[in-house]
């Protein structure tokens, strides 16, 4: 048979109660009784309740009495623990929801935040249940006698754990639903009045090559950038030039006053690849010396990133999720054909950067240096405050530059009308075995001569050529005017095409390629020239 003791603290207070009838005792001694049993002491807390009890009974108090004050003492002691795990789950939620919520975007997701050690400020990724609960596998705290959970268990479980409805972009706190999750994060310095008169100098003169008109649309879109962060940019800046001439300069001041909604891209597959998470956040996106190569496929996507009110946005193992579509593109590159352009194109503003500064380090320290001592926070001011009330974004200026891209892009068949414009006449590739050459702008010429001509010079520029359908449409399409007669010559009755005057037909192509008569100026005065050598490959995509 097993014998029951009690401690010499418990019968010092025994022996108390029984001389003194100081009832205050009872509840130390319950507190006991309670403790025993919580450690499983049964027969133990047994025998202290009854010796409990016949040290009350000297005095007149019945065993109802203590009874009643350990079923107290127990609902207390539960009360107290209950606070107390209350407190360390508080701890969690709270520590947790610094950098944690969960977002429904058709799956269950846990956000985590994080800083932008490159660009300052806050960034943030979406993951699932699974690689949150891993990330803190190791962390566990007491949550009650003998049990411990993980912090991420805790604060999945918890109400109060912080969730979102979805993910939205909304530069205006104000308005922006609490109920969503903002990826808006601010500017990265506060705007102060102030000078930055050397980079809006350096940016009418270099990127903008002295052009009043191309310095003020620029400057009305980057103030539209900084004044609607929120709005698609509906026109990209594309900046072209080799190295050293002050791109960089360019986009230096604009990455810094967003901070974590900067994003460098140095390809096109990190701009239109499949698994484009990290561009979730990026108002402003810089591609960095960007290669097209040609890669047709790719246009329609390049057209909506850059015009298109939603986006889609998918990370790899994750849902895909749209998003509202907030980006401002410039891509910046040394290559004569950065991107596909399409005759009418009103998606870029293009511009060729002077190499007047080129390497010139004393030049571009200036500017840096303005930039540390205010200039980030003047710029942001100027911008903010830049009228733009009047500005239509895709009033794009016409400049050669464009139109240099443009050539690269169309068609072989767009490229030989070009050319026969410049000259003035159809006849630029025939051998010219029988008759003279042609050289005056024709009122009527046969189809089969002018796609004889066509082939000839297509081989001429070591290019393949594509069929006479496709020349007459695109001869319809540039010169719109253009007639179709049939005439009785040597017993034949030859398809004739009736072309307007050589400067009405010069105005339709400017007006399809929304351009000015600069593009008819010879070598070295309207800047087509340069493309003349480049190998066009075989660009027949033809209608």
């Known amino acids: 048979m097993t014998t029951q003791t009690i401690s010499s603290e418990d019968g010092r207070l025994l022996t108390d109660l029984f001389t003194s009838g100081n009832m205050n005792l009872v509840d130390k001694i319950a507190e006991r009784v309670v403790s025993l049993r919580k450690k499983k002491q049964v027969n133990d807390s047994i025998n202290l309740e009854i010796k409990l009890i016949n040290a009350v009974k000297a005095h007149g108090v019945g065993p109802a009495h203590v009874k009643k004050v350990i079923k107290q003492v127990e609902s207390q002691k539960k009360e107290d623990e209950r606070q107390e795990i209350e407190v360390v789950i508080d701890g969690v939620v709270t520590e947790l929801n610094q950098t944690h919520a969960v977002v429904a975007v058709g799956k269950f997701y846990v956000l985590t935040e994080h800083e932008d050690r490159k660009f300052g400020g806050t960034t943030c990724y979406l993951e699932s249940k699974q690689s949150f609960r891993d990330m803190y596998q190791n962390q566990t705290v007491d949550v009650g006698e003998n049990k411990r959970m993980t912090k991420a268990d805790i604060w999945l479980g918890s109400l109060n754990r912080r969730e979102f409805k979805g993910i939205e972009f909304n530069p205006d706190l104000e308005a922006a639903d609490p109920d969503y999750y903002n990826l808006w994060r601010g500017f990265a310095v506060k705007p102060v009045q102030g000078s930055c008169e050397k980079y809006l100098a350096f940016m009418k003169e270099i990127i903008c090559g002295g052009d009043v008109v191309s310095y003020s649309y620029l400057l009305c879109w980057m103030a539209t950038l900084i004044q609607h962060p929120e709005r698609v940019g509906m026109v990209a800046i594309l900046l072209m030039g080799g190295q050293g001439i002050g791109k960089g300069t360019f986009i230096y001041p604009l990455a810094k006053l ?131 009330s009047k500005f239509d974004v895709t009033e794009i200026p016409h400049n050669i530059e464009s139109f240099g891209v443009k050539i690269l892009s169309i068609p072989t068949t767009e490229r030989y009308i070009f050319e026969c414009l410049k000259a003035g006449h159809f006849d630029i590739g025939r051998e010219h075995e029988y008759d003279p050459p042609l050289c005056e702008w024709p009122t009527e010429r046969s189809k089969s001569f002018i796609f004889t001509d066509y082939k000839c010079w297509c081989s001429g520029e070591g290019i393949k050529h594509t069929t006479s359908e496709f020349l007459g449409k695109a001869l319809k399409k540039l010169l719109p005017t253009l007639g179709e007669v049939r005439r009785h010559y040597r017993g034949k009755r030859p398809t004739m095409y009736v072309f307007p005057a050589l400067g009405t037909a010069r105005e339709q192509f400017e007006k399809e390629f929304k351009a000015d008569s600069s593009i008819w100026k010879e070598d070295g005065q309207g800047g087509h020239s340069e493309y003349s050598n480049i190998n066009i490959k075989d660009n027949n995509n033809e209608y």
Not at 262 to 277: D, M, R
Not at 281 to 286: P, S
């Open 258 to 388: 967003l901070g974590g909604h900067f994003v460098p891209l140095s390809s096109l597959g990190q701009l239109l690849g499949k698994f484009n998470a990290h561009l979730k956040h990026g108002v402003l996106i810089h591609g960095n010396e960007s290669l097209w190569g040609g890669d047709m496929k790719k246009i329609g996507d390049l057209k909506a990133m850059i015009t298109e009110i939603d986006k889609a946005i998918e990370g790899k193992g994750q849902n895909l999720i749209i998003v509202s579509n907030f980006t401002h593109l410039i891509l910046s590159s040394n290559d004569p054909w950065p991107v596909h352009l399409d005759s009418d194109d009103r998606r870029f503003f293009v511009r060729q950067v002077s190499p007047e500064r080129k390497n010139n380090k004393e030049y571009f320290k200036e500017i840096y240096k303005e930039f540390e001592n205010g200039g980030l926070e003047a710029l942001l001011y100027q911008l903010l405050h830049t009228d733009i």
